[in-house]
């Protein structure tokens, strides 16, 4: 038996496609396997010793960092609650896992075999469960060889001897330095790249020397622009030799997390590429940007569909820079800046019409590039500045100019360090763009590409975060066998507005998306997922998309997932973030628990409230108390913040509340619970129920009331009846001070007034009270349907004496 | 001993100990440090010591000031000084005893002390004493014009005078009793207002003038707090009234103004106590007109002992001393400096030889007041003052042999060479800088990773010998990321452009222009004009966050105004003292980064080349370093001048300086005191006695006791002044008072003893433990050195000297039949560590 998965087309690779793919460790398909190895052999025994099974598996880390690729290594998952893993999820193709083995509650080992031809660089890694889904980590595969580090290793005494062209993998532990040495010859490129943060541990700043042995400075890096905290030098050696190379942490700091893989060799390890970007499918002609080495080209082939970052690895004497350098891939075409460009007079001309792609550098101190286009009248443009987000020193700021040379629209950093301007052409002409450096720097590498494109429309979905800080909780869909489960998506749209329809490709057999239509006046809503009891268990990586319309033309979003990896000082900011545009769906084994609402047969009134009867149906012997609340709140509604199906109990009421203007809507609402089983957090929501939002029956207004302490009095509320009820419904004055009664009324569809009995006790202090209100039950269906009316009345209660005749004129009136 | 944890010290004897260092003649008693050494410096000039013999002294020069005299108006008057100087340099007011003449009376008259005007010409007054003549021009214009009184001009001034806008008085930021002057009248049309317009027929009383509250109070005439500030007959009394008595108005916007006053003499040296010397001040108005300001300025003295003041401007001599005459006018400051020695005191310089312009300068001060300098301190006191104050550190025992075996007359020389190529000369003036640029982490503002790389800079900057111009003009004009270009860091900091303006003034100027924030300065020149038109050059300093979360991109806006406090006006950049200089698509800071390091600039060179001289001398030519003002005078303003101007023809390079002040004489005096200068601190007649700073002590500690320290983020073996980060916790450093690096003010390092101190080196671990930890006495054991060779390395480690053959011979006692001699050494380390010697530099 094979344990290998197939990444290539995630959407295949689910139930149907069992045969070919082996995600589930299944003991059942084992028992039926033809064949067993004995290591799979084992691997069942292990499963079944481990028997006991646990919810919301736990990923913290995966170690090795990475691996060589067309190597098969073994690669630790470590976290918790993961003894019965079943699956590694791999975002990306190119890794296959062999086997799983070892498998405890603490650590899965698996056999990850790298393609030869895999991508370099970063892969999204998840561990699934028989009965959940884990967080997202990476895993990186590089061109060289790895080795580890050996303490101790902290200087020149006792450097670790690499060979050249070596990934070497390590941990800068508090103010640890970490020594390596190479031999090189006269000339020859030396390179050494840390990938540290980038990795996604810890904040792990590291500084990089290379050192002759006697000392000599060769280079010392700190932060670099390409791989920000990350370091990298790369310079010929002066002579033959053996050289040292140190990291550290940049503040001789550093912890247990502070992994790292240190590339070390002569590979070509350039700062930046120009042009900075291509049109999709083209062979793009690619300058790479080595301050000390010199400069080379690449050709490179680009994906087929547009890309806002797309790494490419340089490529020289047969080997690759380990890390990507960045470009931007869209649908149309380049131009080039042709020099000399630095005023208005010789601006680079270009004969397209936006949409295109302006590329340049600003190359020296103080330099300030042109560019001449022609624009139509009316046709809203945009333009984005690509650099900082590439990795490019350049700080651009970005000018428009029209024909006179007069400033039309400017900008900094509207997106980020990077500026982004909008501007209508006032008529048809040519217009100018001039780019320079914020603070007027310049250098081979301030690379940049301007786009100019029409305004169009755009839409994006995202899951919004569910805690503060945390940008993985949640951010999948795990639904057990027979159960539901929902979450909040919320959809970004640019440019235009109305309508989006949800839509997910090749849903696993067995389970079904219910999602209603986004309505234009909302940007949220839940989307519930409903697993079938006999849904075959296993995962899918799918693509989650909404659609729009724009002039008659289809906007399609697509769900993206940003993840913060790192996360430090200040105030758990981002230092590096990944992301992946698939959606993670699991069907996992069955819950101790189910949840449903019980689904109101009368209204939510405007101003009015309802309890919101949510039932759990508990597995024999689970009676954990469940937490619920909901998923989302419909406009105007609101909703207490969690309540508590008790231990044991089965039901709970969950209190909404309308606001007076809330919109009169049917809408579909679900209610999340959650559980601790098996030492995790299960979640799961109950069915999408209707909840209807509408007018009230009845309004009415609290005629003011002045009244002596000791009296009693009359207090009227007229009634305006919008909608008639069956039957009687119990009216209540709500709202009085202290010491103040009023025995509650009843009233009928006919009544156009109630006058409720005040009853003020001698002792009440004097004031105006201003907050008087009526609840009004009325009941349907058997149901109550419960009105908050008139509100803002006022009750006076006046001194005894003074202005006594006011008072007795007032009651007088009112009689 | 008290306090000692008995599992990792060794049982001794506290007895044997203090006996150990009795024995040595240290005291070693609780505090006693503070004050021991300077039980010598408690003697009194021996005034009469000398022969009573009096040379004789001739007349060599006199002057008549001021030197011209412009009348204007009717009322246009000068008060006149003269004063002789002669051949010893001692002074004489001779307005009296000298004949003064008009050579044309009808255009001016003289009553003996004041030129007067009466009609329009010019004429000379003719001054003669001792047969010389000198002629002093007379020019009377308008002299029939009567102008009207003035508001700012003539009214204001009495406000001053009688010193009724001071801050104790109504010049308190609430006034005083109902009635607010601004202070100093920095703001004459608020204080207008107030009289004028606030609380309307209170204040003035345009009916009948006299009976204006305004003049009542100030006669005492009604109930005044501040009691009677001038009579019916004075003439700030006629000034009020003559301004009611004409409405009361302000003045029309083309109104002069005064653009500095003058004061005459500028200095005196005056013989004998109750000798009198006049002091006139003449102002310099934008039309350019001059008046005599004598009777409405404030006369102040910083040392009424040795010269008091009268309102007047008549200095009375009084004890030996220096003392500084301030006269304020208005927002103006200028000083005097007047020296008074006793009559008949022969004195009889030493005609010791000067080894360069320190020696030249320093000497004329000397002469100046009879004070003889110190002798030359011996090889074994040099060498180590000179390592700590080059180096930081102690010369080694080899070190310090080899040293005393030369016999080379220029070892002295060459000794401050070798010291100033060392790394540890770096080191140690980096952390002098980053005291001064108040390099610290500081939550969520400066992150210890920025601390750090504006350290390194600043580190880098001084090993590869940068010129200091240049590192400030990097550090001013700093932009960019925090974390790529450290200097920009300096913006960091201090965000505020205000704080940035008063941090700039005071860390490369010298200058403490905060006052100047809220009111004009009182015991400066600077106003609320200069102090937000120099904080203009920072208003368009911009930040944004960078790549980084921890980093700041500081960049130069194109707009950005800083406003003036009072008026709201934003100001235009002008600088400090300066003029206003076009700027023409470029940063304000590059502008101000070029004036402040051009050669041409008064306080730059000056405040460095005092800085520098404080480092080694212990004492500011302008004490302290960073109060730059008219009120605190440079003792020596020749001494500083030359000193400034060799540093900018060695284009900043501060090595070369260095070198010149410690191959001086002056540098090189003995700590002991002369019959004439046991009371010298100003003059550097004498080496000063300074404890060791903290970090420099702590590293000697280790240094000695061969333990090397561990700081947070530093390598083992790192020295204390190589911390990077002024928030590393460290509780020697803190209790000898290292800078906290909160301000850029000199006050933060504090080498002043105290309990803490003294208790912490008695009883606290660092220093047995490092006596512990290093094991010298057993290693010198182990190595078959006997007791007596151990006690000279000993002497040699700590007091770069070996030990007299008296503190030999009381030592012996100890040791004689000791059988095991180890725990005594120690004793005896101990002892040397805890001596005065050695937490002094002498």
Redesign the interface.
């Known amino acids: 038996m094979v344990w290998n998965f197939c990444w290539s087309t995630p959407r295949f690779c689910f139930g149907a496609a069992r045969n070919v793919r082996r995600s589930s460790i299944d003991a059942r398909e084992v028992q039926r396997a033809k064949r067993v190895s004995p290591t799979g052999l084992f691997l069942v025994l292990l499963l079944f010793a481990a028997s006991a099974q646990a919810v919301a598996p736990n990923l913290a880390s995966i170690t090795p960092t990475g691996g060589q690729r067309g190597t098969e290594i073994e690669v630790g998952f470590n976290g918790d609650r993961l003894q019965d893993a079943e699956e590694i999820i791999c975002y990306e193709p190119g890794l296959q896992i062999v086997k799983l083995s070892l498998i405890t509650n603490k650590v899965v080992k698996a056999q990850v075999k790298l393609a030869p031809d895999c991508k370099l660089g970063e892969y999204h890694l998840r561990v699934r469960t028989t009965s959940g889904l884990s967080e997202l980590r990476t895993f990186f595969a590089g061109p060289f060889p790895v080795m580890a580090e050996t303490e101790p290793n902290n200087q020149l005494t006792n450097a670790q001897r690499i060979a050249l062209n070596t990934t070497v993998t390590g941990v800068v532990s508090s103010e640890d330095v970490d020594s390596f040495i190479v031999d090189v010859k006269k000339g020859q490129r030396l390179s050494a790249e840390v990938e540290g943060i980038r990795l996604g541990r810890a904040v792990f700043d590291a500084r990089l020397t290379v050192m002759e042995t006697n000392g000599a400075m060769i280079a010392d890096a700190d932060d670099t622009w390409l791989g920000m905290q990350d370091p990298f030098v790369s310079a010929l050696a002066p002579h033959d030799g053996t050289y040292l190379i140190q990291i550290r942490e940049s503040t001789y700091g550093g912890s247990d997390n502070s992994h790292y893989r240190l590339h070390i060799g002569t590979f070509p390890r350039p700062a930046m590429a120009y042009p900075a970007g291509g049109r999709m499918g083209d062979e793009l002609l690619v300058t790479y940007q080595s301050e000390a080495t010199g400069v080379f080209t690449n050709k490179i082939k680009l994906p087929e569909v547009p890309r806002d970052k797309f790494g490419v690895f340089a490529e020289l004497d047969g080997l690759s820079s380990p890390t990507p350098n960045w470009i931007h891939v869209s649908s149309f075409s380049n131009v080039l800046e042709r020099l000399p460009n630095n005023d208005r007079d010789r601006a680079t001309v270009t004969e397209l019409d936006p949409p295109l792609a302006l590329n340049g550098i600003i190359s020296k101190k103080g330099e300030e590039d042109w560019f001449r286009f022609h624009a139509l009248k009316g046709v809203a443009l945009e333009f984005n500045v690509y650099a900082r987000r590439l990795r490019s020193p350049l700080d651009p700021v970005l000018e428009v100019l029209d024909s006179k040379g007069q400033v039309v629209g400017s900008d900094d950093d509207g997106a980020g360090v990077d500026s982004v301007l909008k501007f209508t052409p006032p008529e048809t002409t040519n217009y100018f763009v001039r780019l320079r450096d914020t603070l007027g720097q310049g250098r081979p590498d301030f690379v940049y590409r301007l786009e100019i494109v029409p305004v169009k429309a755009q839409l994006s979905l995202k899951i919004p975060e569910v805690s503060r800080n945390d940008t993985q909780s949640r951010q999948f869909i795990s639904v057990p066998r027979g159960n539901r489960f929902a979450t909040l998506v919320s959809a970004k749209r640019v440019n235009f507005g109305g309508e989006l329809v949800f839509d997910i490709d090749a849903l696993p057999k067995g389970l079904t998306l219910l999602a209603e239509r986004m309505a234009a006046n909302i940007d949220s809503m839940p989307l519930v997922f409903e697993a079938a009891p006999d849904a075959p268990i296993g995962s899918r990586l799918l693509d989650l998309t909404a659609t729009g319309t724009n002039d008659n033309k289809a906007v399609i979003g697509k769900f993206r997932q940003d993840v913060e990896l790192v996360q430090g000082q200040p105030n758990n900011a981002n230092y590096y973030s990944t992301s992946v545009d698939k959606l993670c769906v699991a069907i996992t084994k069955e819950a101790p628990y189910k949840l449903r609402i019980v689904e109101p047969q009368v209204p939510l009134v405007q101003a009015g409230s309802m309890r919101l009867e949510v039932v759990a149906e508990r597995s024999a012997g689970f009676d954990a108390p469940i937490e619920v609340n909901m998923v989302w709140n419909p406009p105007g509604i609101s909703s207490q913040s969690e309540a508590t199906i008790p231990k044991g109990s089965t039901n709970v009421f969950y209190q909404l509340n309308a606001g007076g203007g809330a919109e009169t809507k049917a809408w579909k609402v679900a209610v999340l619970g959650h559980a601790t089983v098996e030492g995790g957090e299960l979640y799961l929501s109950t069915q999408p129920a209707k909840l209807e939002v509408a007018t009230p029956f009845v309004t009415g207004k609290i005629e003011t009331l002045w009244i002596q302490p000791g009296k009693t009095g009359k207090l009227t509320v007229n009634l305006q009846q919008a909608k008639p009820f069956e039957g009687k419904a119990k009216i209540q004055l709500g709202g009085l001070p202290e010491k103040v009664t009023a025995p509650d009324r009843e009233i009928t569809k006919q009544d156009q007034e109630v006058v409720f009995d005040v009853t003020v006790d001698a002792k009440c202090a004097n004031g105006s009270h201003k907050n008087l209100f009526c609840s009004l039950e009325i009941k349907q269906n058997g149901q109550p349907i419960q009105h908050t009316i008139a509100s803002g009345g006022i009750l006076r209660i006046v001194p005894p004496k003074k202005d006594e005749t006011k008072v007795a004129v007032a009651t007088q009136e009112k009689k | 001993m008290a306090g000692k944890s008995s599992n990792v010290q060794k049982p001794r004897s506290s007895e044997r100990k203090y006996h150990c260092a009795r024995a040595m003649g240290l005291r070693v008693e609780l505090g006693s440090f503070s004050g021991a050494w300077i039980l010598v410096l408690t003697a009194f000039f021996l005034l009469t010591s000398c022969s009573p013999k009096e040379t004789k002294r001739t007349l060599s020069d006199f002057k008549c000031f001021p030197p011209e005299i412009h009348l204007a108006g009717a009322a246009g008057r000068q008060t006149v000084v003269v004063q002789a100087t002669y051949s010893d340099g001692i002074t004489r007011d001779i307005t009296y005893d000298a004949r003064c003449r008009l050579t044309d009376p009808r255009f001016a008259h003289f009553d003996g002390t004041n030129v007067a005007a009466r009609a329009n010409g010019r004429t000379d007054l003719i001054v003669s004493f001792e047969g010389r003549t000198l002629t002093v021009p007379v020019t009377v214009t308008n002299a029939t014009t009567v102008p009207n009184v003035s508001f700012k001009l003539d009214v204001m001034p009495v406000f001053m005078k009688a010193g009724c806008n001071q801050g104790s008085c109504h010049g308190a930021s609430k006034g005083k009793d109902g009635f607010r002057l601004s202070l100093f009248g920095f703001d004459p049309d608020g204080d207008y207002y107030r009289l004028t317009r606030d609380q309307i027929g209170r204040r003035v009383n345009l009916a009948i003038p006299e009976e204006s509250l305004i003049v009542q109070k100030g006669l005492g005439a009604v109930q005044h707090t501040g009691g009677v500030r001038f009579g019916t007959n004075s003439e700030l009394h006629k000034t009020l009234v003559a301004w009611l008595s004409a409405g009361a108005t302000n003045d029309p916007p083309t109104i002069p103004k005064v653009t500095g006053i003058e004061i005459f003499p500028k200095a005196a040296v005056l013989e004998g106590s109750n000798v009198l010397q006049h002091f006139t001040i003449r102002g310099n108005y934008s039309d350019g007109s001059q008046r005599d300001l004598t009777r409405l300025a404030v006369f102040l003295s910083n040392n009424d002992a040795t010269a008091r003041v009268a309102g007047d401007g008549l200095v009375t001599a009084g004890q030996r001393g220096e003392a500084f005459i301030q006269a304020r006018f208005g927002e103006f400051n200028v000083g005097a400096q007047v020296i008074v020695i006793p009559k008949n005191l022969v004195y009889r310089w030493p005609d010791v030889p000067s080894l360069n312009y320190i020696d030249d300068a320093v000497y004329a001060k000397l002469k100046k007041l009879r004070l003889t300098p110190s002798p030359v301190c011996d090889d074994t006191t040099f060498l180590r003052r000179t390592y700590i104050d080059v180096a930081g550190k102690l010369p080694s025992v080899d070190e310090t042999k080899k040293f005393l075996q030369d016999e080379a007359p220029d070892k002295r020389g060459r000794l401050v060479d070798d010291l100033l190529a060392r790394k540890e000369f770096a080191d140690l003036w980096v952390m002098k800088f980053a005291e001064l640029l108040q390099i610290r982490s500081r939550d ?1 503002v400066v ?3 920025a601390a ?2 504006y350290f390194e800079w600043l580190r880098d900057q001084m090993a590869t010998n940068v010129p200091l111009d240049h590192i400030v003009r990097d550090l001013l004009t700093g ?2 990321s925090n ?2 270009s450290p200097a920009a860091n300096y913006y960091q900091i201090e965000p505020d452009p205000l704080k940035m303006a008063e941090n700039t003034a005071q860390i490369f100027m010298g200058m403490r222009v905060q006052c100047a924030q809220c009111h004009n300065h009182p015991f400066d020149r600077w106003t609320m004009n200069d102090y937000y038109s120099f904080a203009a050059f920072f208003a368009q300093v911009g930040r ?1 966050p ?5 980093e700041t ?1 500081v ?1 130069d806006r194109t707009s950005g105004e800083v406003k003036h406090l009072v008026t709201g006006a934003a100001m235009t950049p002008k600088f400090l003292g300066g003029e206003v200089p076009e700027i023409k698509n470029e940063s304000r800071r590059a502008v101000l980064a070029r004036w402040l390091t051009s050669p041409d600039n008064p306080y730059f060179a000056r405040n460095l080349a005092n800085m520098i001289w404080t480092h080694f001398i212990g004492r500011g030519i302008i004490e302290p370093v960073d109060d730059v003002r008219i009120s605190n005078p440079a003792s020596n303003p020749e001494l500083l001048d030359a000193m400034a101007t060799r540093l900018v023809s060695y284009k900043y390079d501060f090595k070369k300086l260095i070198r010149d002040i410690c191959s001086s004489r002056t540098y090189q005096l003995s700590t002991r005191a002369n019959e004439t200068n046991a009371q010298d601190e100003r003059n550097f007649s004498k080496a000063g006695i300074r404890r060791l700073r903290a970090e420099v002590l702590l590293d000697c500690v280790s240094q000695v006791t061969d333990t090397p320290n561990k700081f ?4 083992r073996g790192a020295r204390a002044v190589q911390i990077a980060d002024g928030n590393t916790a460290n509780y020697f450093l803190t209790t000898f008072g290292r800078a906290t690096r909160t301000t850029v003010c000199s006050c933060e390092v504090k080498i002043d003893p105290n309990l803490s101190q003294a208790l912490h080196l008695l009883n606290g671990v660092t220093i047995q433990k490092k006596i512990e930890e290093g094991g010298v006495v057993k290693s010198m054991i182990k190595g078959k050195q006997t007791p007596g060779q151990i006690i000279e390395n000993l002497y040699l480690r700590c007091f770069s000297r070996p030990p007299t053959k008296e503190e030999t011979t009381r030592l012996e006692v100890f040791l004689k039949g000791c059988t095991e001699p180890e725990p005594v050494l120690d004793d005896v380390f101990w002892s040397l560590l805890n001596a005065k010697e050695f937490v002094f530099n002498h």
């Open positions: 969520n992150y210890p990773k750090l790389l932009s960019g974390l790529k944004k960078g790549d980084d979360p921890r991109v960049f947070p983020g530093l390598p």
